[in-house]
Every structure is written in structure tokens, then in C-alpha cells.
């Protein structure tokens, strides 16, 4: 079984599960039989934030619930160790509080659905 290495960057105000967070990107990607020890990162931010990284990456000047940066895509820079960097996964917290009031779902529940949804953007797997 591979290693994760999550990197979780939360702003200080959101109140989020890190032990969850580690806990559903390890599962899904044991899922996924990943051969080599893998590291991924993810930062809960607010919509201001996210509006800049949005409009920034996207192209659009709205907020958004998830984002995704995958580091396979691009110029391939070699690793000092043989981890496979996956990328970043960033999640607006206050879209997560609007939704999960709207959806009536707890808020851990759609962070991490929210997660792993970032997370198969990483791992190739696109929507339908």
C-alpha cells in the first residue's frame, strides 16, 4: 500500500476535519492502487480567494466550490525523491457551508465530496 501525504492548509476562521481529509484521499487513492507514494495538497480558503484563483486559472470572476491543479499536466519536473506529486485541491468554504445548507448535508460530508470530486480531476478521471 502506497503512502499519502496530505498537506492541509486551512485559513484559520473554517472549521474542517483534517484527520477526514487525510482519511478520504487515502482511501480513494489506495482505491486506485497507486504504485508509488504519493503527496497531494489541499487548502480550505474563502471566496474571495477563490474568485482570485478562479478568475486567475478559469477565466471567470465568479466564486466556485472546488478547484483542482493537477501537477501532471505541463513541463514534467523531476522529483528529488519517488513520491508522485499529485497537485493541489482547493475548496471555498463558505460555497461548502451554501451548499451543504441547500442540499441539507452535513458540512465534513461535502467537503469531502467535494474533495474526492477534486481529486479524480488529479487523477484523470473527468465527469460524464
Known amino acids: 500500500m502506497a503512502k499519502v501525504n496530505v498537506l492541509i492548509f486551512v485559513e484559520s476562521r473554517y472549521k474542517v476535519s483534517r484527520k477526514r481529509i487525510r482519511q478520504a484521499l487515502e482511501n480513494q487513492l489506495n482505491q486506485h492502487s497507486m504504485g508509488n507514494d504519493c503527496e497531494i495538497s489541499v487548502a480550505i480558503v474563502g471566496d474571495r480567494k477563490m474568485r482570485e484563483l478562479s478568475k486567475k486559472y478559469k477565466g ?3 466564486t466556485r466550490n472546488v478547484l483542482s491543479f493537477s ?7 523531476e522529483s528529488p525523491t519517488n513520491r508522485l506529486r499529485l497537485g493541489d485541491i482547493i475548496i471555498s468554504y463558505p460555497e461548502v457551508i451554501r451548499e451543504a445548507a441547500k442540499e441539507e448535508v452535513l458540512v465534513d460530508d461535502k467537503v469531502e465530496e467535494l474533495l474526492l470530486h477534486g481529486l479524480n480531476h488529479l487523477l484523470g478521471l473527468h465527469h460524464e
Not at 501537477?71 to 519536473?77: A, I, P, Q, R, T
Open 71 to 77: 501537477l501532471l499536466e505541463g513541463e514534467k519536473v
Open 60 to 62: 471567470e470572476d465568479k
